[in-house]
């Protein structure tokens, strides 16, 4: 584990210890809920939650500098320690996501400062150091830049829907991909989310704190906010359109296509013998590889594993994806149609 | 194909499996590995785990299989069933397939096989005597598809060595016994990565999805000078190069990008992919599961061995990967196409009765083109 100063504590919070925190500066739970001036800090941590629900990043003490930095610093590291509680407390797991990944974001903009820092070289070695030891993302400075390896840029960009993180749109160069600070950081955001997201998540629960009360049952309602209800059109989306096209043509389709369209039906519920039926025209059709293939594609033979729909992104990479403007940015073509309402 | 042409494949199948057993070797690592093979009218036996030489050349001159294959993965359990196998590593394979080429001269040498009333001609339509669409296409690739699959290999070696950092030792090239090339890269970076990962990888192989932003076009407030030169590395040096062609064209054609705006430039980008990218088979590359055809088989399309090019300039496969004897056999032939295997030449031969060697025959066998009488 990394040897932490107060301040980065503060920019940190998730990578302390948070029982053996409240332990080193002399503070039980309860006391938070019993003692006016500590009690503040609930009404902190309730709003840290807040701005996180509305999807704003928490603005700080430390950014402001209003404040002593000896005050400020624990205020810093208990407001996000009374917020897990709270949000554990209140059991509400549409804003521990919410939370997480603001909180995510706040340490984004630390650590692209400390990456960034090059007249504190201890500054820059620590932001290293919470790369590689909690996403184990080696990175190395190169003049103003930071360069990984392919493959570990890679195993992160892929979550990323939008185009410029594509390697194609990289620098590359010797099997290493260039990074801004900036770049660097926003890599790992949603692993940084993920990681806050599992601390909460695994964290224990604490049985009702008396003064706490009040704080819980604004986070209950304030979830409700949050609940959304969704509609299909049940319209098909391009890609499956165009499959379809294709094989009432009597034209080829290719196997990834047919993978595409057989995993999309049985999806959407339709049973292996209103799907077969469609690639009766297909030049080497043949009825028994056809049931075979489809009974293996629904789990229903082989080793029982259910295909899903490919996504998107695969579908671009295979030639399969006819995209139009009604595809609003989806990922998966299952999602074709959905309105939130 | 009937039994009369099956006995005789495997007879000549067999002959080479025994003949040039220093030829079928086991990869690396062969007990982590996945086999599998197939017989002439029958479907795949897999998961199979093969330890060393001496188990592959049993399995070959027990079974006479019409194809061996084997996996790019290295699993814990490769003979349990996918799901338990414990998937631990895969080299990187990438196949350059010459009908993948968009070649003009494909449709000179393709010809059609009507499923339904097996009739042959070069019509690709449909067919000339029952009108049915279910043509099966069979392809005897000339000079100018293995040459053309040379140029993309060589594109894609460039990429590997440059861009990845691979090194020239870890990338094998083999000739895939059919039409085209099938290229290994071995410990890499990349071993470990999963579909996901190489199909990003295949995209930036294959110049997909590269935005303007990246060669230095912006929608608003361009900048001359951010225009990629011809020295920069990775994609921006070689979309310079292609863009521009030399270095005194380049301010002219800088001035025609900008007048013609960014959305003009995304065109561009996604024209040239056709060109400047290297044009692989994105699904093999992707599939980390998949059994390949195992280098020193025989390839069941055309009788030819799945080999290492050495030289892969020099490279002749219709002289090199042939390694069947050439008795004297006697065929009915109906190939409408000249070829040439073994430096001579054969046919067109139009439905007649004609006595060749057994190299020719089994290639002319394997593509359906002919059957003994």
């Known amino acids: ?341 | 194909m009937n039994e009369t042409e099956i006995n005789f494949l495997e007879e000549s199948f067999k002959k080479y499996y025994f003949d040039h057993s220093e030829l079928i070797r086991v990869l690396e690592r062969a007990p982590e590995r996945e086999f599998g093979y197939q017989k002439f009218n029958s479907g795949m036996t897999r998961h199979l785990s093969i330890k060393n030489d001496k188990e592959l050349h049993l399995l070959c001159m027990q079974n006479i299989p019409s194809d061996v294959y084997c996996s790019n993965a290295y699993y814990s359990f490769p003979n349990l069933p996918m799901n338990e196998k414990d998937w631990k590593e895969a080299d990187l394979i990438f196949d350059i397939d010459a009908k993948d080429l968009n070649l003009s001269c494909r449709e000179n040498h393709t010809v059609s096989i009507c499923n339904e009333c097996n009739e042959i001609s070069k019509n690709s339509g449909k067919c000339i005597k029952c009108n049915s669409i279910k043509l099966e296409k069979k392809s005897l690739p000339c000079k100018n598809c293995i040459d053309s699959s040379k140029i993309e290999v060589s594109k894609l070696s460039e990429i590997l060595i440059n861009d990845f950092q691979i090194n020239k030792e870890n990338i094998h090239v083999y000739f895939s016994g059919n039409e085209g090339f099938h290229v290994y890269v071995y410990n890499s970076q990349f071993q470990q990565i999963g579909s996901r990962e190489r199909s990003e990888l295949v995209d930036y192989i294959m110049f997909h999805g590269a935005i303007p932003e990246t060669f230095g076009m912006k929608k608003f407030k361009v900048n001359r000078s951010s225009f990629p030169d011809f020295d920069k590395s990775g994609w921006q040096g070689r979309f310079s190069k292609h863009i521009f062609g030399t270095k005194s064209k380049r301010p002219k054609i800088i001035s025609e990008l900008l007048t013609n705006g960014y959305s003009s430039f995304q065109k561009t980008l996604d024209n040239i992919s056709q060109n400047i990218g290297v044009k692989i088979d994105p699904n093999v590359t992707m599939d980390i599961h998949r059994i390949f055809r195992l280098p020193g088989s025989i390839n069941s399309k055309s009788g030819l061995a799945k080999i290492l090019c050495e030289n892969l300039q020099k490279f002749d496969p219709y002289i090199e990967a042939s390694f069947i004897g050439d008795d004297s056999i006697e065929v009915l032939a109906n190939c409408p196409i000249e070829f040439k295997l073994k430096n001579k030449k054969f046919g067109p031969y139009l439905n007649e009765k004609v006595t060749i060697p057994r190299f020719a025959a089994v290639y002319l066998i394997c593509k359906k083109l002919a059957s003994l009488s």
């Open chain 1, 1 to 341: 584990m990394l040897e932490l100063g107060q301040d980065e504590i503060a920019k940190y919070p998730f990578l302390a210890d948070a029982g053996q925190y409240l332990k080193d500066k002399g503070f039980t739970l309860e006391q938070f809920g019993v003692d006016p001036d500590l009690k503040q800090l609930i009404s902190k941590a309730y709003e840290r939650i807040q701005v996180a629900a509305d999807g704003k990043i928490y603005k700080s003490d430390l950014i402001d500098n209003q404040v002593s930095k000896e005050a400020a610093l624990p205020r810093e590291v208990f407001s996000f320690l009374l917020a897990i509680v709270l949000l554990k407390l209140s059991g509400m797991h549409t804003l521990i996501k919410r939370f997480a990944l603001a909180e995510a974001r706040r340490a984004e903009k630390y650590l692209e400062k400390d990456l960034a820092n090059i007249s504190d070289e201890s500054k820059n070695q620590l932001a290293v150091r919470i790369i590689d030891d909690l996403f184990s993302v080696k990175v190395k400075k190169l003049d103003d830049y930071f360069i990984i390896s392919i493959s570990d840029y890679l195993k992160h960009s892929i979550n990323f829907h939008e185009r410029e993180w594509k390697l194609i749109n990289r620098h590359v160069e010797n099997g290493q991909v260039f990074l801004t600070p900036h770049e660097t950081v926003r890599l790992i955001r949603k692993e940084l989310g993920t990681y806050i997201n599992s601390k909460i998540v695994n964290a224990k629960t604490p049985t009702m704190i008396p003064g706490f009360e009040d704080s819980v049952n604004k986070l209950v309602s304030l979830s409700k906010k949050f609940k959304t209800f969704t509609v299909t059109t049940g319209e098909y989306p391009p890609c499956i359109k165009h499959a379809i096209n294709i094989l009432e043509k009597g034209e080829n389709l290719p196997h990834s296509g047919r993978f595409m369209l057989a995993t999309f039906l049985l999806s959407k519920g339709q049973t292996i013998q209103q799907i077969a039926p469609l690639f009766k025209n297909a030049p080497d059709y043949n009825p028994r590889v056809t049931l075979y293939q489809l009974n293996h594609l629904a789990g229903t033979s082989g080793s029982g594993t259910q295909y899903s729909c490919p996504s998107c992104e695969k579908l671009k990479t295979q030639s399969l994806c006819f995209a139009t403007s009604e595809c609003d940015n989806i990922i998966n073509p299952l999602q074709f149609g959905k309105k939130k309402q």
